[in-house]
């Protein structure tokens, strides 16, 4: 077993006030006192080294009443930005938001990653900058940066591992790129368990278990199990586009098997069985264009789609047994055409147990998943009780703070 | 955000200091006092109170030392008892361990589940008290029962949920009837999920991301995700026996859909398809036997069962990306013959990221990782620090003890 490391002064530090703080709702000393246990004039000491840092503020109603000290304290929602960026194959979504998870900049940008790392990150970085410029902010108002590929990640190091359509990005050091460039922590990770992870956090918060899947020229999928991100062993957790369907498809994949449920059910894989029938499709989004323009071909496609998608998700209920099930990317854009497939699939071959109070539905974020799971991966780690510790710097002897 | 509750007294309490003594060594209090941050004297009152309650011994080295106070300390392994009971449809193994994990006593018996739970636990309390008659101990040496059924068990409530194999089982008390019965905590969990955890802790505790399947009469698997048992919304997780297998299988299952993974490669089925061909074959142990015994039909069908397993497992290492897949239930002692059809299949149609560092082994605890996993499960609860906060109850007035 592993020593453990106790800094006793840290117990229910600064950072332990802030995290009761961020929840929005006001709290005098006295509740904070209750709330953690501590002396009141150990959570006055600690306030004031919040205050200094702006980390929080006295709240409007404290300062209305009039020469006395602030009796309340509110978390400041705006005292720095997470620059938040999701990277697809050739376009990337990039944000500002503030800590309160409220979007104040987005943009969406052509983007093509098989330039290389070097130029695709530049770019993004400038746009972040002509972004934070629109705002009135500069760097040293980020507080960090999350970023989303479209590969597997090596979340530790935020390294690409491998990744097949990223030419140039195996093994890059993203974080230390951008982290030299904005001067902030940066956090990497694949762009799925990104969108799984802003899912969770913002629209179903209190589910355990969830199953983020996204439908789009691939198919990949995030992991949430015990309210945290499953990334598996080597980040590849998720990788469900290269299951073998079970409906004994001859369509060859791209990895090189056949049967694969992305050579299937992707949006590549529709565009290109509705091209062969000579309709023009490029991609995803053509092929829920069609759908909406009232084409049966693709209406029939997408509806087979969320049968195979779901074929491959009974078996992963099963195992999983997860609370939800959230189906994203462009092909979620085709609603209950995609979604009734998948539910007649799992119903039929899932276990009642494992069914009977299982969500299935579409994203809530949609295009915003990325980019809201990457702040939210940030915010985790720059807000976390310990990291705000170091960064107020409680000092034992200060003396404490009037009251 | 929930209001966290502190009591800081706890930050670094008796339990904490139990936890690094559970590592076996002796520890000085100048030690425990560098590894705690504490202050001697508080470490000092703390280990005396855990000496008082016998939870931890002065060392033969300390009391050697002759008159002056024990010098170092260790825990004691055999203060206490764990009972564990890994239940099957008709057999059960019993046993009785100490803190350390080491089986003092064991026993399989027979104890079929359809008798309904008040004869079964009644007979498997009435053996645990023969056990520990055996030992010269008694019902107040057990600090913990631990229990694995085979069906789906809400693990909060220790009941089980609508077991397919345990009539009269669905929603009884086990916790409850046992615990009035021993006068002990009682945990209660699925009997896969114990196996896993057995393995996990006792031969893997490194390992982040492990999956323990079970081929015995049906197929099930306990899921390992962050170090911690994965049980899913419903307690339901790995329920792998019914996923339908991509060989096309037409065979019937009991839960009448067709091709499930348990309808082709279970001990019951291979049992079945040798009776249809003359063979006298009535479960898993048999078809082992026979094996041994150089039947070419039975070794026939456990390579392809292995395959279909191997099938099954390809699909999840995609989704969960595991470190390890162990195989466990009476189908693994056939070894290299089960394993390699797995290992194939896996290694076939799985991604190779996934499978770089993949290990796949049969069980190295055999009959006994379910009452090992039984008891780990007790004594993570019985000896969390908090447990045994509360259990020493320690008197911030009492004396400091001599130093």
Redesign the interface.
Known sequence: ?A??????QT??GAG?LL??L??GRARTRAELAQ????ARSTVSQRLDALVQGRWVVPTDDAISSGGRPAAAFVFNESVRVVLAADLGATHARLAVLDLGMTVLAEQAVELPVDRGPEATLDDAVAVFGLMLDGLGRGLPDVCGVGVGLPG?VDHATGRP??PPIMPGWDGFPVREWIGHRVGAPVLVDNDVNIMALGEHRTVRPDT??LILIKIGTGIG?G?I??R?L???????????G?????S?SEAVCR?G?I?CLEAVASGAAMAAALRAEGIDARGSRDVVALLRAGDTRAARLIRQAGREVG??M???V??????TIVIGGDIAEAGEHILAGVREAIYS??????T???TIRASRLGDRAGVIGAASMVLEHVLAPQSIDRSVAVDPAAPVGSQ
Chains 1, 2 share one sequence.
């Open positions: 077993m020593a453990m490391s106790h800094e006793p117990a229910a332990a995290a009761i961020r929840d709330l953690t246990g501590l597997p591992a491998n355990d278990h999928c992991i199990s015990g945290r499953h990334r598996g062993a080597q980040g590849a957790a998720g990788d469900v290269h299951i073998q369907v079970v004994a990895c098997n049967g074929g491959v009974a078996a992963i099963n195992f999983f047994n997860p609370s071959r899932s276990l009642p147990l494992a009977q109070h299982l």
